[in-house]
């Protein structure tokens, strides 16, 4: 990925739109590329709940797509400040309490929906982490509704409330702190 493209695509955007930058750093981490940003004022490059960082963040993806005109839209997360930082490490504790529910009741439990990215945080912290070995991730849903279902490996094993197949119904809570979730 031509990090350099990303770089001075970005400033130009930020210099537009006169949004403050006094510095980014991109890093590669596996498929992903963070676009880390510095800014004396990152509520605005931040916007409410996201809504502008994540604007710039598809325009930087369909830019980087075209221009090297590449097949798929490339993984870019844009962060300013560590917000999106604090959104992952929220959505991993959220799972990680979740799954202590599924061991202690031995049921399916239905995260609240979520966006792709974030899904994708929950499958691959459930999967890389050994303390959680004995639980699984699917998911579940369409468009808006899709979420992860967290399960335990064997549930043969576990006392559950559902026939093994049956369909679960959505789990939206107010209070499960997924509801501000911005990509």
Known sequence: ????????????????????????????EGDIVRVDMDSPQANKIIGWHGETLNSLQHLIK??????????????????????RRVQEDKVRKIAEQ???????????VALAPMSPYFRRIVHLHIAATPSLADLTTESTGEGDYRQIVLRLKDESAARTNTEVGEELSPVIEDEDGLENLDI
Do not use: W
Not at 70 to 82: H, N, Q, T
């Open 1 to 28: 990925m031509d990090t350099a493209l990303i770089e001075s695509t970005l400033q130009e955007l930020l210099t537009q739109l006169e949004l403050p930058c006094n510095g980014i750093t991109i890093t590669e």
């Open 98 to 108: 979740k799954a202590d529910f599924v061991r202690r009741t031995g049921t399916r």
């Open 62 to 83: 369909a830019i980087i797509r075209s221009h090297e005109k590449l097949e798929r839209s490339p993984f870019i997360v844009l962060d300013v400040d560590g917000y």
